[in-house]
T-cell receptor
Framework: GAGVSQSPSNKVTEKGKDVELRCDPISGHTALYWYRQSLGQGLEFLIYFQGNSAPDKSGLPSDRFSAERTGGSVSTLTIQRTQQEDSAVYLC?????????????FGDGTRLSIL | AQSVSQHNHHVILSEAASLELGCNYSYGGTVNLFWYVQYPGQHLQLLLKYFSGDPLVKGIKGFEAEFIKSKFSFNLRKPSVQWSDTAEYFCAARPTGTASKLTFGTGTRLQVTL
């Protein structure tokens, strides 16, 4: 596709449920990033993939959060036993490579609301 | 730890006014710097970037930013704003030469009135 695609665009779920968020990066982009944007906050880094490997997971807030990437393409961010503080917009970005001078291209995000 | 600060949280300007949004970063080494814009209901878009060379960089839609190394700043400017510039603006930085995440500021909401 032309841009980074994320699904679903909105997700409302009950506290305690598991959720999966999907990201389809731009074709050919080897680096993929997950960020979280909470109300009144900037973008908070979660995890970064180069190919299928995750060299930096330092931003994952707890062991309830995990992510994987398969085929060097699609990535899934999973949140288990969701809590209300997990409510946020989850953004995915991809770049041609992980080189620092490559800009990241963002998707529209998934707005997650935990009731 | 690396950090990015945007001190203007909400800016209201009339059309044709000049704009300057502040961005300061905290990092000991060399950095790549970015400004992203998020228009209402849209995804983040790259406005401009600085890697090296001329410290004055020009981006899309008439925006420019100046990298001042001695001040650790990368302020965004536009001589004359338009109503369509109403958006949220994010400054971001990452260390040069590393495969690392972007560190973002908390954003500045710009509201341009007619």
């Amino acid at each position: 596709g032309a841009g980074v695609s994320q699904s679903p665009s909105n997700k409302v779920t009950e506290k305690g449920k598991d959720v999966e968020l999907r990201c389809d990066p731009i074709s050919g982009h080897t680096a993929l990033y997950w960020y979280r944007q909470s109300l009144g906050q900037g973008l908070e880094f979660l995890i970064y993939f180069q190919g299928n490997s995750a060299p930096d997971k330092s931003g994952l807030p707890s062991d309830r959060f995990s992510a994987e990437r398969t085929g060097g393409s699609v990535s899934t961010l999973t949140i288990q036993r969701t809590q209300q503080e997990d409510s946020a917009v989850y953004l995915c970005a991809s770049s041609r490579s992980s080189s620092s001078n490559q800009p990241q291209h963002f998707g529209d995000g998934t707005r997650l609301s935990i009731l | 730890a690396q950090s990015v600060s945007q001190h203007n949280h909400h800016v209201i300007l009339s059309e044709a006014a000049s704009l300057e949004l502040g961005c300061n970063y905290s990092y000991g080494g060399t950095v790549n710097l970015f400004w992203y814009v998020q228009y209402p209901g849209q995804h983040l878009q790259l406005l401009l970037k600085y890697f090296s060379g001329d410290p004055l960089v020009k981006g899309i839609k008439g925006f420019e930013a100046e990298f001042i190394k001695s001040k650790f700043s990368f302020n965004l400017r536009k001589p004359s704003v338009q109503w369509s510039d109403t958006a949220e603006y994010f400054c971001a930085a990452r260390p040069t030469g590393t495969a690392s995440k972007l560190t973002f500021g908390t954003g500045t909401r710009l509201q341009v009135t007619l």
